[in-house]
């Protein structure tokens, strides 16, 4: 890394500079303005390639960076000093996709997950859990029941629970419990009563409603967009209790050291009440909000804008379309078959997608002509390969402009997409942390040459093409640190190495998460390195993760996290 030093005198002079308003014997008599904090140690991690001592912040910004005895020049009686020891300091983890609206709902629902998350290991456990949550909270009959994350791939008995299986928990309750990879639920037979769903309903647009073996009664599973004819998660919880659970998740977020948060598949309403709370009670964190594309009328869809700056603490960043499913739960729409599809799929099964094409085509130039950042969900190959052909068509015969367009997990991109992908400016943001938590499972349904080439990280770099990895939570927790690990050493749950070749440093992994993520919301100049004039959002880690053993990555605990130069998370 080169060396990169600011003079103190320079930093003071620019600080001085910024006090225009005081005339020159009121600055001279107030002297040099002191740093609120000043951090010092051998572990600094800028992300910007220079080695310093010590990282002074003034306000909400990094007012300088560079050896440890120049800095204290602007220690003040206030300045607190922060001796970092064998503790690492790094700009704040930059959350490139998630659902914070969901994490922070999913807190006060039944939690179904296995390990490492949960304690679910066989469809018996979900039933149990459903009966105890019942009683325990006197649940009355007739009032739903809603829980999530549970994983058929970690069951026992290696599939979904169907409506039989929960009317064990009850038949006096409506019962529906979502999937982990929130692309699927399941319902029980009063649900199902519920909401109109019959043997004589049709599977929607995009949907499939799975039904019993050998009939067309509904098993109670459904896909996609059939999610939509079953009551919100958030039905039954009152406004007030759905503030303090945002609250409450923000806490969460800090205390994994993430200083940026994503709501994406967001409602029109919904942002607006989201601004709305920002502006009486702002966000310690900021966050932002990604409107879902898919339902929105033509002529709703073509006045949605975005938000350059944040409004104490919340912004629009743009649209985000969903293409497909996801691998772990089979529907990832696919170019060539799955090795191994879900119960009852053909050899041909290859998935679907799950929005019209042709509407996704229709929509996606005009956003680009707008200048309006766009998000798509596409986890297989046939459903990258319709997002890259949107952006190539929208944009034929013109210059590529600096849109950024992300594509969305991007888990099973071909070696040859990832040449348009670069040729056509887009950015894929990989869930990375699939190869532990579903590689083996990949390995099932794809095959080892498909699933070993998932989250090609590799590939992506050794192509000069940005990059972004993420967590997808509430899907699983928003650890980053985990997150890099998996990412750096791409384990399986079994212990194998899911495609060796993809593996990446713990630097390039760290890009990820800072620097590259500040990228993907265009904020590079703001957010991503310790740079002086950036904002001061840091985390401090327990150890240097440049130094430990890559195996114990995901053990290094966050030490305390800054948003905008106050501390909002102490271990």
Same mark, same amino acid.
């Given at each position: 890394?080169?060396?990169?030093?600011?003079?103190?005198?320079?930093?003071?002079?620019?600080?001085?500079?910024?006090? *225009?308003?005081?005339?020159?014997?009121?600055?001279?008599?107030?002297?040099?303005?002191?740093?609120?904090?000043?951090?010092?140690?051998?572990?600094?991690?800028?992300?910007?390639?220079?080695?310093?001592?010590?990282?002074?912040?003034?306000?909400?910004?990094?007012?300088?960076?560079?050896?440890?005895?120049?800095?204290?020049?602007?220690?003040?009686?206030?300045?607190?000093?922060?001796?970092?020891?064998?503790?690492?300091?790094?700009?704040?983890?930059?959350?490139?996709? *998630?659902?914070?609206?969901?994490?922070?709902?999913?807190?006060?629902?039944?939690?179904?997950?296995?390990?490492?998350?949960?304690?679910?290991?066989?469809?018996?456990?979900?039933?149990?859990?459903?009966?105890?949550?019942?009683?325990?909270?006197?649940?009355?009959?007739?009032?739903?029941?809603?829980?999530?994350?549970?994983?058929?791939?970690?069951?026992?008995?290696?599939?979904?629970?169907?409506?039989?299986?929960?009317?064990?928990?009850?038949?006096?309750?409506?019962?529906?419990?979502?999937?982990?990879?929130?692309?699927?639920?399941?319902?029980?037979?009063?649900?199902?009563?519920?909401?109109?769903?019959?043997?004589?309903?049709?599977?929607?647009?995009?949907?499939?409603?799975?039904?019993?073996?050998?009939?067309?009664?509904?098993?109670?599973?459904?896909?996609?967009?059939?999610?939509?004819?079953?009551?919100?998660?958030?039905?039954?919880?009152? =406004?007030?209790?759905?503030?303090?659970?945002?609250?409450?998740?923000?806490?969460?977020?800090?205390?994994?050291?993430?200083?940026?948060?994503?709501?994406?598949?967001?409602?029109?309403?919904?942002?607006?009440?989201?601004?709305?709370?920002?502006?009486?009670?702002?966000?310690?964190?900021?966050?932002?909000?990604?409107?879902?594309?898919?339902?929105?009328?033509?002529?709703?869809?073509?006045?949605?804008?975005?938000?350059?700056?944040?409004?104490?603490?919340?912004?629009?960043?743009?649209?985000?379309?969903?293409?497909?499913?996801?691998?772990?739960?089979?529907?990832?729409?696919?170019?060539?078959?799955?090795?191994?599809?879900?119960? *009852?799929?053909?050899?041909?099964?290859?998935?679907?997608?799950?929005?019209?094409?042709?509407?996704?085509?229709?929509?996606?130039?005009?956003?680009?002509?707008?200048?309006?950042?766009?998000?798509?969900?596409?986890? *297989?190959?046939?459903?990258?390969?319709?997002?890259?052909?949107?952006?190539?068509?929208?944009?034929?015969?013109?210059?590529?402009?600096?849109?950024?367009?992300?594509?969305?997990?991007?888990?099973?991109?071909?070696?040859?997409?990832?040449?348009?992908?670069?040729?056509?400016?887009?950015?894929?943001?990989?869930?990375?942390?699939?190869?532990?938590?579903?590689?083996?499972?990949?390995?099932?349904?794809?095959?080892? =040459?498909?699933?070993?080439?998932?989250?090609?990280?590799?590939?992506?770099?050794?192509?000069?093409?940005?990059?972004?990895?993420?967590?997808?939570?509430?899907?699983?927790?928003?650890?980053?640190?985990?997150?890099?690990?998996?990412?750096?050493?791409?384990?399986?749950?079994?212990?194998?190495?899911?495609?060796?070749?993809?593996?990446?440093?713990?630097?390039?992994?760290?890009?990820?998460?800072?620097?590259?993520?500040?990228?993907?919301?265009?904020?590079?100049?703001?957010?991503?390195?310790?740079?002086?004039?950036?904002?001061?959002?840091?985390?401090?880690?327990?150890?240097?993760?440049?130094?430990?053993?890559?195996?114990?990555?995901?053990?290094?605990?966050?030490?305390?996290?800054?948003?905008?130069?106050?501390?909002?998370?102490?271990?």
């Amino acid at each position: 890394m080169r060396k990169q030093l600011y003079p103190i005198a320079s930093v003071l002079a620019l600080l001085l500079a910024s006090c *225009g308003t005081e005339t020159e014997s009121e600055t001279a008599t107030a002297g040099p303005p002191s740093a609120d904090i000043i951090f010092v140690g051998d572990h600094i991690i800028t992300m910007d390639g220079s080695v310093v001592s010590a990282v002074a912040v003034i306000g909400e910004r990094i007012a300088a960076t560079g050896e440890a005895t120049e800095l204290m020049a602007l220690q003040g009686e206030s300045t607190r000093i922060i001796e970092l020891g064998d503790r690492a300091l790094l700009p704040g983890f930059i959350d490139a996709h *998630g659902h914070f609206s969901a994490v922070s709902l999913y807190a006060d629902l039944l939690n179904l997950s296995s390990p490492p998350v949960g304690g679910v290991s066989n469809v018996d456990d979900i039933v149990e859990l459903i009966r105890l949550r019942i009683e325990q909270r006197q649940i009355p009959p007739g009032d739903l029941v809603y829980g999530f994350g549970y994983d058929d791939s970690l069951l026992a008995e290696q599939r979904h629970p169907t409506r039989d299986d929960l009317d064990r928990a009850s038949t006096n309750h409506p019962i529906v419990i979502r999937h982990v990879s929130g692309h699927l639920l399941v319902a029980n037979s009063m649900a199902l009563v519920n909401a109109g769903v019959t043997s004589a309903t049709e599977n929607p647009s995009g949907g499939i409603i799975r039904r019993r073996q050998g009939g067309s009664e509904p098993d109670g599973v459904m896909e996609e967009t059939a999610l939509r004819l079953f009551p919100s998660s958030s039905t039954g919880i009152s =406004e007030a209790r759905l503030r303090q659970l945002r609250r409450d998740a923000l806490s969460l977020y800090a205390g994994y050291g993430i200083t940026t948060i994503q709501d994406a598949n967001v409602g029109l309403s919904y942002v607006e009440m989201l601004k709305a709370e920002a502006v009486e009670d702002p966000f310690a964190i900021d966050i932002v909000a990604y409107i879902l594309g898919n339902p929105l009328d033509d002529v709703t869809l073509a006045a949605v804008t975005h938000d350059e700056e944040y409004v104490r603490g919340f912004r629009v960043g743009g649209v985000k379309f969903t293409l497909d499913g996801s691998p772990q739960g089979r529907t990832a729409w696919m170019s060539k078959p799955y090795d191994q599809g879900p119960p *009852g799929a053909d050899a041909a099964y290859v998935a679907y997608p799950s929005y019209a094409p042709q509407s996704y085509r229709d929509r996606i130039a005009g956003l680009l002509e707008r200048g309006v950042p766009v998000l798509a969900h596409a986890n *297989g190959d046939a459903a990258i390969e319709l997002m890259i052909d949107g952006i190539a068509v929208a944009l034929e015969g013109k210059p590529i402009p600096d849109h950024r367009a992300t594509i969305i997990h991007a888990q099973l991109i071909r070696p040859d997409q990832l040449d348009r992908v670069k040729a056509l400016g887009i950015i894929p943001s990989y869930y990375s942390v699939h190869p532990y938590f579903w590689g083996d499972w990949h390995r099932l349904s794809f095959g080892e =040459e498909r699933a070993g080439f998932i989250s090609p990280l590799r590939a992506t770099i050794d192509r000069g093409i940005p990059y972004t990895v993420h967590n997808d939570s509430p899907i699983v927790p928003p650890d980053m640190m985990r997150l890099v690990a998996i990412t750096v050493n791409r384990l399986t749950r079994s212990g194998f190495v899911l495609g060796p070749d993809q593996r990446v440093s713990v630097m390039e992994a760290l890009y990820a998460v800072t620097l590259g993520a500040a990228y993907q919301y265009f904020e590079e100049d703001e957010k991503g390195s310790l740079t002086v004039g950036k904002r001061a959002d840091l985390v401090i880690l327990a150890e240097n993760p440049l130094l430990v053993d890559p195996l114990q990555l995901e053990n290094i605990a966050i030490v305390e996290t800054f948003s905008r130069g106050e501390s909002i998370y102490l271990q």
